[in-house]
């Protein structure tokens, strides 16, 4: 069962801005939260941010603090993830799905297919 769809990514320069969407379900949104991960070639999935859909409480991991944000939209069932100033190290898929809890960074919902981000020099 897919509860999720992320779209938005694609292949940008370093430093230039993306926005990632994930279309979710009332019912994911408006109870549980909601968050993004990355994961880059040969490496671990990470934690990106988190946010509370009812509150509109976030969070955002250190390695991404004050470059990325994350919002939502009750109305449309919709997480963003809002992506500036990107480096070359951001490149990866960016995935989203329920997080254990606010304050968490487990991802425990199903897993989406992922938009690709890459960012060239």
């Known amino acids: 069962q897919v509860e999720v769809v992320e779209s938005g990514g694609g292949p940008v320069q370093v430093g230039e801005s993306l926005r990632l969407s994930c279309a979710t379900s009332?019912?994911?949104?408006?109870?549980?939260?909601m968050g993004w991960f990355r994961q880059a070639p040969g490496q671990d999935r990470e934690f990106v941010a988190a946010?509370?859909?009812?509150?509109?409480?976030?969070y955002v991991a250190d390695s991404v603090k004050g470059r990325f944000s994350i919002s939502g939209s009750i109305a449309k069932n919709t997480v963003y993830l809002h992506l500036n100033s990107l480096r070359v190290e951001d490149t990866a898929r960016y995935y989203c799905?329920?997080?254990?809890?606010?304050?968490?960074?487990?991802?425990?919902?199903?897993w989406g297919p992922g938009t690709q981000v890459i960012v060239s020099s």
């Open positions: 946010i509370n859909g009812g509150s509109g409480r976030a």
């Open positions: 009332e019912e994911l949104f408006g109870k549980y939260v």
């Open positions: 799905t329920r997080v254990n809890y606010f304050g968490g960074k487990t991802g425990v919902g199903a």
